[in-house]
């Protein structure tokens, strides 16, 4: 059953702190998207990659986030320093190179930042 | 940005009843999605419609893709339990692989 894993399922830390959200792509999948989920925002595009290189991360604050993919298998989201304002649920999803939209979504790691 | 503009917000009805939920915008999309949502899930993609006026049938789903192409539309029939969960649209402009989300619509269907 090919699924988008995404690790830690939840975390909570100091703000202050560094953390970092990894995600498994579904197997053959090109392109890799980060999101992020608040009630008042709903859901937001952070940064997205297609072939392991970073297409748009317009959508990310560049002080304290950023988003690699080390390989095909694995992409990260980093925050440091982490701020309560970044509690919210990160969702990675994965997708082919077409209907490339239909993206596939992780159950998402929910942070907490106290 | 670019908003989308999806209603009702929330919906209560009895199993077995029909719901109708919608998304429009200002702006022209070239591609509407439908995803649902359940708690402690990520969404999961409902249907996609890439032409305008296309209609697309997923078991008891039905999805529009407006004639005017600032709009979507989702209708389930004969609701069940398990459909609860919330209901969001999403939609790409042009050639943009960025997908742009509705705020969602939360269903509650009572037994």
């Known amino acids: 059953d090919a699924r988008v894993t995404q690790t830690p399922r939840h975390k909570v830390t100091e703000m202050g702190q560094e953390v970092t959200m990894r995600c498994q792509p579904i197997?053959?999948?090109?392109?890799v998207f980060w999101y992020r989920q608040t009630m008042m925002q709903g859901l937001e595009l952070l940064a997205y990659f297609r072939n392991r290189a970073p297409l748009d991360d317009s959508g990310m604050p560049k002080d304290r986030f950023s988003a690699e993919m080390p390989d095909a298998t694995l992409a990260t989201l980093k925050i440091q320093p982490s701020e309560p304002r970044d509690s919210a649920v990160y969702f990675c999803?994965?997708?082919?190179?077409?209907?490339?939209?239909?993206?596939?979504f992780g159950q998402g790691t929910r942070l907490t930042v106290v | 940005g670019q908003q989308l503009n999806q209603s009702p917000q929330s919906m209560f009805i009895q199993e077995g009843e029909d719901v109708s939920m919608n998304c429009t915008s200002s702006s022209i999309f070239n591609t509407w999605l439908w995803y649902k949502q359940e708690p402690g899930e990520g969404p999961v993609l409902l249907i996609a419609?890439?032409?305008?006026?296309e209609l697309t049938s997923n078991g008891r789903l039905t999805a529009q893709f407006g004639i005017t192409r600032k709009d979507s539309f989702l209708n389930i029939s004969a609701s069940i339990p398990s459909d609860v969960g919330i209901y969001f649209c999403a939609g790409a402009q042009g050639g943009s692989e960025k997908l742009v989300f509705g705020k969602g619509m939360k269903l509650t269907v009572n037994p």
């Open positions: 999803a994965s997708g082919s190179t077409a209907p490339i939209t239909e993206a596939f």
């Open positions: 197997l053959g999948h090109n392109t």
């Open positions: 419609l890439y032409k305008a006026g």
